[in-house]
């Protein structure tokens, strides 16, 4: 074939496939905006989302934040800066590493779970069966899991801030010799408001995209087993690169002065 026609095909299969995803959001928002709400749906998608979801994200903003802190004072020891080693833990957690390394554990773990039990539900025509009893499917599967991922992708990423500050502090002051009050001084007066509330809206776009990639991909599978595997798959895949891609742009608007 010619190579700009095949160019060509994938440009527009791209285009196709950003129609599709994009009439499937619209889908997804309208109907979840308007009464009624299943309420009980958000807090069970909250449930699995959220606190099932802790252990994943504490342990990895611990280490993350004690490795930080090593780091950080092995090259700022080649210029005498170990002083900032404090400053640097807390501002690095809550702006960068915390969104985004909770976003990317929770992308893996979540949505590869709904992309599997809405790809299971679309091969064994549940999906179908709940259009039959008049039930919007968006509304009831969709909606519920935006929603919750939204609330919940914020208070996970709190939780990540803290740890990975403690996790910063508590190497800082056993292993490398910091006084646990200065350490502890350095961070609050050298954090902002403006730094944890940035990885908050951050947080809530990576729980928007994590939920939509998962069930964009789990409700349009198709070919059975197999099918439902790819869907999982492309799921965890697209979550996070678009999870680095959206930081990268709310980072350049949030810190454009």
Do not use: W
């Not at 889908?27 to 989302?49: D, H």
């Not at 549940?126 to 208070?155: E, F, H």
């Amino acid at each position: 074939m010619n190579p700009l026609a095949q160019i060509g095909m994938v440009v527009r299969a791209l285009f196709e496939e950003v129609g599709k995803l994009t009439v499937f959001t619209k889908n997804a928002l309208f109907p979840g905006l308007v009464p009624p709400t299943y309420v009980r749906q958000i807090l069970q998608q909250m449930l699995r989302i959220g606190y099932n979801s802790l252990p994943v994200v504490g342990l990895t903003a611990f280490f993350t934040g004690g490795v930080l802190a090593l780091q950080i004072y092995i090259g700022g020891s080649r210029y005498n800066a170990e002083s900032l080693v404090a400053s640097i833990v807390a501002l690095g957690i809550t702006r960068e590493l915390g969104p985004v390394l909770a976003g990317l554990m929770v992308a893996g773990r979540v949505s590869a779970a709904i992309a599997a039990e809405l790809g299971t539900m679309r091969v064994t025509e549940q999906i179908d069966a709940l259009i039959t009893l008049s039930t919007n499917p968006y509304k009831y599967l969709v909606a519920p899991r935006l929603i919750a991922a939204v609330l919940t992708l914020p208070l996970l990423v709190m939780i990540a801030d803290t740890i990975g500050i403690m996790g910063g502090y508590i190497v800082g002051t056993r292993s490398l010799g910091f006084n646990s009050g200065v350490y502890i001084k350095n961070t609050v007066d050298f954090l902002e408001f403006g730094d944890v509330f940035s990885g908050l809206v951050k947080s809530a776009v990576f729980g928007f995209i994590i939920a939509l990639m998962g069930c964009y991909h789990g409700f349009n599978s198709r070919g059975g087993a197999q099918g439902v595997g790819r869907a999982t798959t492309n799921a965890v895949v697209s979550a996070s690169i678009l999870i680095l891609a959206a930081n990268y742009v709310l980072t350049s608007l949030l810190f454009t002065e």
